[in-house]
C-alpha cells in the first residue's frame, strides 16, 4: 500500500504533467495495475480500505465471534490489559483445544484488521484522511504546501496580495512545528479552507487553528518567529547571580546562623532579607552554572575569618576613592610547576587520542611573582625560586621603582604566612620613613590584606587561570627558559592590549579568563580546575 505522498505524486505526474500510465511506472518503479488502481480512486478511504477488505480469512469463522467479543471489551481496558494478537491466539487454543487448527499468523492479520476498523469507528474523524472530494482536495493543497511544491507565483495568484506572504511559505516547510502549523493554518485559512479540515490535516485543534489566524491579523504579527516570552529568566540575572554569590563568599555565621556552611533554606532566607526574591531551584541553577558542587571540598566557596566584612569592605572603601596618583595591586604566586608534557582539551583528528605519561622526567620548575594594577590592568611579574618574604620585600621594592612619582600604592594579598611576616612590615615601615620616601621619591605603601581563605576575591587568579590555560595547559616545553620566553610574551601582550585598549577586559580576550580583571565581592576569581 502506497503513502498518501507517493498517491500524491503520481497523480500529479498524470493530471499535471499529462504523463501516462506507462510512463509513471517507468518512472516510479510501480506495476501499471497499482498505478492505474491508484488514479481511478477518487477517494483515500477507499485506497486505504482495499488492503483491508482484500483478506477474508475463512477459516476464522467458528471463531470470530469470540475474537470480536474480546477486542470489543478492551474498550473498558487500560492499556497493559489488553488483548494482543498473541494473548487472543493463546487464548483460542486453551479454549477450542484440538478444534483450532489456524496458525498464528492467520489470527494476528484477523486481529490487525479488526483493530483497524474499530479505531477507524472511534477516531477516523481525527487521524483518517478526507472523507469526500472536496476535503480531499483541501489535503492535497495543504500538502503541497507542505512539501514545498507550491511555487510563490501560484500563491500569489490565487491567494492575493497578502501580508508577509513568501515568510509564510518559506515557514510551512520549516523544522519549527509551531512555525510550520501557524503557516499552513493561515494560508490554508486565506484560501478559504474550514477550520475543521485544517484541523485534521495538522493534528491541533480548531481553537489553535482560529488562534493563528487572530495573531496574523494583529499589527504585531511576525510571521519569522514564534512567541517568546521577553522576560529575563532568574537564572540568568546578574543581579541574583551576584548576590548569591556574594553571600556564598561569607560564613552564615555574619549572618547570625549558627552553622559551618550554607544550606539552600539559609541562602533563601538571606536572599529575601536583601529584596531578592528567588526559590531553591533557581538557587541551585545558577550554583550548578558556575561549576560548583557542594560535595567537592577542593572549591572554596566561604572564608572562615571572622573579620571577613571588615576587610573587605575596607577594601571596597579603598577602591571606590583610589586618586590618579594611587595604585592598587593585586599580588599573588603562580606554581611552583614543572617543566614537562602537559595535559588539558585540545582539537584533535578522527581516530587520534592524545596521552600524557604518568611517569616523566622534570626539565626544572617555576615560580612566578606578579602585581595586577587594577585601574591600567598591567601585570608586573618576575621569577623566584621560593615563596617567601625575601621575594615579597623583592615585589614591593620592582613596584616602587616602576611607579616613583605615585603618592600611594596598596598592595593585596592573601593570608600566607611569608605575606604577613614581622620582616616584610619592617621593610614596609621602613619604605614609609619620610626620609626615605624623600631621598628615594618613592609612595607611601598600604597593606590592604585580603580575608583568610578567600582566594576568589584575588583578581591576579584570574590572570594567573587564563595564561594557565592559553600557554601551559597542552604545553611540552624544552627546558625553562622556553617556558619564560612563553610566560613573557604572554603578559607582554596583555599589557600592550590594555595599554591600547584602556578598558576592563575578561575571558574572550585573554586566554579564557574566568572573569573581568576587576574587584567583585560577587565573583570567583580562581579557576575551579586549577591547582
Known amino acids: 500500500m502506497l503513502t498518501m505522498k507517493k498517491v500524491h505524486d503520481l497523480r500529479k505526474l498524470y493530471f499535471e504533467e499529462g504523463k501516462n500510465i506507462t510512463e509513471i511506472s517507468k518512472e516510479t518503479g510501480h506495476d501499471r495495475k497499482t498505478v492505474r488502481m491508484y488514479l481511478e480512486k477518487e477517494d483515500w478511504n477507499d485506497i486505504r480500505s482495499r488492503s483491508l477488505t482484500k483478506v477474508k480469512f475463512p477459516k476464522l469463522d467458528p471463531f470470530k465471534m469470540d475474537i470480536d467479543t474480546w477486542l470489543m471489551e478492551d474498550k473498558k481496558c487500560n492499556y497493559k490489559q489488553r488483548h494482543t494478537a498473541k494473548r487472543i491466539y493463546d487464548q483460542l487454543v486453551g479454549k477450542h483445544k484440538e478444534n483450532f487448527t489456524c496458525s498464528y499468523r492467520t489470527v494476528a492479520g484477523y486481529v490487525t484488521k479488526s483493530k483497524t476498523e474499530i479505531f477507524t469507528q472511534r477516531f477516523g474523524h481525527l487521524h483518517q484522511g478526507p472523507i469526500n472530494m472536496e476535503a480531499q482536495a483541501d489535503f492535497d493543497w495543504m500538502l503541497r504546501v507542505l512539501q514545498n511544491a507550491y511555487s510563490f507565483s501560484d500563491a500569489k495568484n490565487e491567494l492575493g496580495e497578502i501580508k508577509e506572504l513568501e515568510t509564510l511559505l518559506r515557514n510551512a516547510s520549516s523544522e519549527q512545528i509551531k512555525l510550520r502549523n501557524r503557516a499552513i493554518s493561515i494560508l490554508a485559512r486565506n484560501r478559504g479552507i474550514p477550520f475543521s479540515t485544517i484541523a485534521n490535516f495538522l493534528h491541533i485543534s480548531r481553537k489553535s487553528a482560529y488562534r493563528y489566524l487572530k495573531c496574523y491579523q494583529t499589527a504585531s504579527f511576525d510571521a519569522s518567529s514564534v512567541r517568546q516570552s521577553s522576560r529575563l529568566l532568574k537564572a540568568n540575572d546578574e543581579k541574583n547571580i551576584n548576590a548569591i554569590f556574594s553571600l ?266 574566568l572573569v573581568p580583571s576587576r574587584f567583585n565581592e560577587g565573583q570567583n576569581c580562581k579557576d575551579k580546575n586549577f591547582s
Open 248 to 513: 556564598l563568599h561569607c560564613p552564615p555565621i555574619e549572618f547570625g546562623i549558627n552553622r559551618t556552611s550554607w544550606i539552600m533554606k539559609d541562602l533563601k532566607s538571606c536572599l529575601e532579607k536583601r529584596d531578592v526574591f528567588i526559590s531553591k531551584q533557581v538557587i541551585r541553577k545558577i550554583i550548578k552554572k558556575a561549576g560548583y558542587r557542594w560535595i567537592k571540598a577542593k572549591v572554596v566557596l566561604t572564608s572562615n575569618d571572622p573579620q571577613y566584612m571588615i576587610k573587605l569592605q575596607y577594601i571596597k572603601e579603598i577602591l571606590s576613592s583610589l586618586g590618579k596618583d594611587e595604585r592598587f595591586f593585586s599580588c599573588d604566586e603562580f606554581g611552583p610547576f614543572a617543566i614537562k608534557m602537559k595535559g588539558g582539551r585540545r582539537l584533535v583528528a578522527p581516530g587520534e587520542y592524545p596521552i600524557v605519561p604518568q611517569f616523566q622526567k622534570s626539565k626544572g620548575s617555576l615560580i612566578l611573582t606578579g602585581a595586577l594594577e587594577l585601574s591600567s590592568n598591567q601585570v608586573t611579574h618576575f621569577y623566584s625560586t621560593k615563596k617567601n618574604t625575601d621575594e615579597m620585600i623583592r615585589l614591593l621594592d620592582v613596584l616602587l621603582k616602576r611607579y616613583k612619582g605615585f603618592t600611594r600604592i596598596y598592595l593585596s594579598w592573601d593570608a600566607a604566612s611569608w605575606h604577613i611576616s614581622k620582616k616584610l612590615n619592617q621593610r614596609v615601615d621602613e619604605v614609609n620613613d619620610l626620609s626615605y620616601r624623600q631621598k628615594h621619591k618613592t609612595a607611601e605603601v598600604v597593606i590592604a590584606p585580603l580575608p583568610a581563605s578567600a582566594q576568589f576575591l584575588n583578581v591576579i587568579e584570574s590572570v594567573f587561570s587564563g595564561m594557565s590555560r592559553a600557554i601551559i595547559h597542552n604545553s611540552n616545553y624544552g627546558s625553562v627558559d622556553e617556558a619564560k620566553t612563553a610566560i613573557d610574551r604572554y603578559i607582554s601582550d596583555r599589557n600592550k592590549h590594555f595599554q591600547d585598549h584602556p578598558k576592563v577586559a575578561g575571558k574572550t580576550i585573554w586566554g579564557s579568563e
